[in-house]
């Protein structure tokens, strides 16, 4: 693991919000998040809840019930195109743990 890396685990197990990692290592919400997916899978998070209000993770998951979580696009158009792609991710990483 890099030293960047380690950056991301550090603020991530400080539960830090994407935003404020974001500002923190002056990077883009889409990056941060990829890293965020990775400590997750890394660290087998099962809830969002630290980064995501618990109304979209529900509203994920239902639209996860739905249509399974293989591609992004008919899920992000089931939530209105009002989930960004970025969140869609995370949930499908904690449910993945979940459902491993």
């Not at 979209?56 to 249509?67: G, K, L, P, S």
């Amino acid at each position: 693991m890099n030293s960047k890396s380690g950056a991301y685990l550090d603020l991530f197990d400080q539960r830090l919000s994407i935003d404020e990692v974001c500002r923190q290592l002056d990077r883009t919400r889409s990056t941060v998040t990829g890293h965020l997916v990775k400590f997750i899978q890394l660290r087998n998070l099962q809830d969002a809840a630290a980064w995501l209000p618990a109304d979209r993770v529900a509203c994920v998951e239902t639209a996860i019930d739905e249509h399974g979580s293989e591609c992004l696009k008919p899920l992000f158009n089931t939530l209105n195109q009002e989930v960004s792609f970025d969140d869609i991710r995370i949930v499908i990483a904690c449910r993945e743990n979940r459902d491993s």
